[in-house]
C-alpha cells in the first residue's frame, strides 16, 4: 500500500490496472468492484456511477499521458526521437486505454452529464503543454496554440487510425511525418498568412 494515498486514489489506480488488462466493454460497476476487490457501493461512494468512474479512469490516464509527455521531452532527447519516444508510449497506452477514451469522449461530445469534465478537458488540459514544446521547438508564440491544436487534433486522429486499422507502422509513419512537418515549421518561422 502506497502512504499517503487515499482509498479513492488506490480505487481508480486498481481499476486502471484492470481496464489495462482486461478492457472496459460493458462490464457493469458490480463486476468493476469485485475484480478489484471492493464493493460496488464504495465505487459509487467515490465515483457517483459507473460512468463517473470510467471518466475518472479517463481524466487518470490523461493526466499520466501528459506527465509522461513533459517527461520525455525534459529528458534532453532530441526532438524528433523525444517525439519519436512519447509516440510509442502513447501507441502502449492507447492500445490499453483508447476504446475507453474515445467512447467517453464521444459521451462529452454527446453532452452527457457523467462527462461534462472530460468536454472541458479533454482539449483545454493539452494545450498549455503542447502549445509550450510548440514554443521551446521554436514555433512563434503567435502561432504556438494553433500548432498545438493540430498537434493534438492529428494525433488523436492517427490514433482513432490505429485502433479501426491496427496498422501500427504505416500510422508510426504518419506519426513522424506529423513531427517533421511541425518541426520545419517552427525552424522556418511559422506558416506565414
Known amino acids: 500500500m502506497t502512504p499517503g494515498v487515499g482509498p479513492r486514489e488506490r480505487l481508480l489506480d486498481a481499476t486502471i490496472i484492470h481496464f489495462g488488462h482486461h478492457g472496459v466493454g460493458d462490464t457493469s460497476l458490480r ?10 457501493r464504495m465505487l459509487i461512494y467515490h465515483f457517483g456511477s459507473r460512468e463517473g468512474l470510467l471518466a475518472e479512469v479517463t481524466r487518470e490516464v490523461e493526466a499520466r499521458q501528459r506527465a509522461l509527455m513533459t517527461a520525455t521531452y525534459d529528458a534532453g532527447l532530441p526532438p524528433r526521437e523525444a517525439a519519436a519516444t512519447y509516440w510509442e ?10 476504446p475507453l477514451f474515445f467512447e467517453l469522449a464521444a459521451h462529452a461530445m454527446q453532452g452527457k452529464a457523467h462527462a461534462a469534465v472530460l468536454r472541458e478537458e479533454l482539449i483545454a488540459a493539452w494545450l498549455p503543454s503542447v502549445t509550450a514544446l510548440c514554443l521551446e521547438l521554436g514555433v ?5 496554440e494553433t500548432h498545438a491544436r493540430l498537434a493534438l487534433g492529428a ?3 492517427l490514433l482513432v ?8 507502422a504505416e500510422v508510426a509513419l504518419a506519426a513522424d511525418l506529423l513531427t517533421r512537418l511541425l518541426m520545419l515549421s517552427a525552424e522556418t518561422g511559422g506558416v506565414q498568412r
Open 161 to 168: 487510425d490505429l485502433l479501426v486499422t491496427g496498422q501500427r
Open 89 to 98: 508510449q502513447t501507441v502502449e497506452a492507447t492500445l490499453r486505454y483508447g
Open 31 to 40: 463486476a468493476i468492484a469485485t475484480a478489484v476487490g471492493t464493493s460496488h
Open 140 to 144: 512563434p508564440e503567435a502561432e504556438a
Open 155 to 157: 494525433a488523436r486522429g
